[in-house]
């Protein structure tokens, strides 16, 4: 009887631990999402993305950190040209190969932010073009549309993943002087319209709301402060996290306190550029930032995050063939005498800038690929 009585004690226990497995497996979530720097393509990577037949690939460039992105929830990047189609060209009027758009989704990235200063290089029929070829493609992106009634269809762009939504905003600060034609609407940075935005993306129930923001100053590795005011502004409407770009070097990440509750907020102040044909220092890399994000019961919060430092190796100069992104800690191979020196440089750089006593915030590492 004893023996019974304990088996029977056993089996509600386990079953009481299994309802309560259960139980908090329904209401409690993970999202990993993946920002990257500028997704450029100068002159001298069109060249090298050149094939004999006359075609181009731009898929050795992401061959070392393609598991690293795709393994994240959603990826996000910020692409700094247009594919409005031939004559393709680099700086100042950036216009890539289709190749480089399937090189990019093929690496991992799930959307691509469009509100930056060279949207519109191409003009009416290059950004028409370029939103043609994402959706196409099945590529979700975000900050310009064909008009106000597309606008009003797609904005905020909500992510719907991992039983978490987010909603996401993206801005510019301008288009380098270029006339935003009708009835295309670029998101400007203009705060009357980002509070409606806000306010717009609230009524969406959202876990979270994250920005991403074309601002600052270009080569300057100190936010402005006008980013500083910006984003002060931003968190007191209720953003959550704000993630920026533009400067094309490094600028420092913070994860700010919230006043009221025990939530944290990620201030990215530029990532810097995944891939382009910079090469001074500070310019020649950037950072993969993950946001590790847990709901449970209701209540979403940021629990880490993680950045990876990268940089571009290039060809003529590093022993590859094609641009390529590297794990900068990790290099795939082994450098040569000034490649190493050159590496060294931005990663030590690069640690200065985003050195941080926060615990929520660490340096990533990738085992190299061949």
Request: hydrophobic share 35%; net charge positive; proline share 6%.
């Amino acid at each position: 009887m004893k023996i019974f009585r304990t088996l029977i004690t056993v089996l509600l226990l386990a079953a009481v631990t299994n309802i309560a497995a259960q139980t908090v497996a329904q209401h409690f979530s993970r999202l990993e999402l993946l920002f990257a720097g500028d997704l450029m393509q100068h002159e001298s990577q069109l060249n090298a993305a050149r094939q004999p037949d006359g075609t181009y690939s731009y898929s050795p460039c992401y061959r070392h950190i393609k598991e690293y992105v795709s393994k994240a929830n959603v990826a996000i990047a910020n692409l700094e040209t247009t594919v409005a189609g031939k004559p393709y060209s680099g700086y100042p009027l950036f216009c890539a190969p289709d190749s480089f758009l399937y090189a990019a989704r093929d690496a991992g990235f799930d959307i691509l932010l469009l509100a930056n200063n060279h949207c519109l290089d191409r003009g009416k029929r290059g950004i028409l073009r370029t939103l043609e070829k994402l959706d196409s493609l099945s590529i979700a992106h975000c900050g310009v549309y064909r008009d106000s009634t597309d606008r009003e269809k797609r904005y905020p762009h909500i992510i719907e993943k991992k039983n978490m939504r987010i909603a996401l905003l993206n801005y510019t600060y301008g288009t380098n002087g270029i006339p935003v034609p009708s009835p295309i609407i670029v998101n400007m940075i203009d705060k009357e319209v980002i509070k409606r935005d806000i306010e717009k993306a609230r009524t969406m129930h959202p876990d979270a709301i994250v920005v991403c923001i074309h601002w600052g100053n270009e080569f300057t590795h100190t936010p402005s402060k006008e980013q500083q005011k910006l984003s002060d502004w931003l968190l007191a409407q209720g953003v959550d996290h704000i993630i920026g770009n533009h400067p094309h070097v490094l600028q420092p990440m913070e994860i700010r306190r919230d006043s009221l509750t025990p939530a944290r907020h990620a201030v990215l102040y530029s990532l810097s550029n995944l891939v382009s044909g910079m090469y001074a220092r500070g310019r020649d890399g950037g950072a993969l930032v993950t946001l590790n994000m847990q709901k449970f019961c209701g209540t979403t919060r940021l629990m880490q995050l993680k950045y990876l430092l990268t940089w571009v190796a290039r060809p003529g100069r590093d022993g590859v063939k094609n641009f390529e992104i590297w794990p900068a800690a990790t290099p795939p191979q082994k450098p040569l005498p000034e490649t190493d020196a050159k590496l060294k440089e931005f990663i030590d750089d690069s640690r200065k800038i985003l050195k941080s006593n926060d615990y929520c915030i660490k340096e990533d590492t990738l085992r190299p690929t061949k």
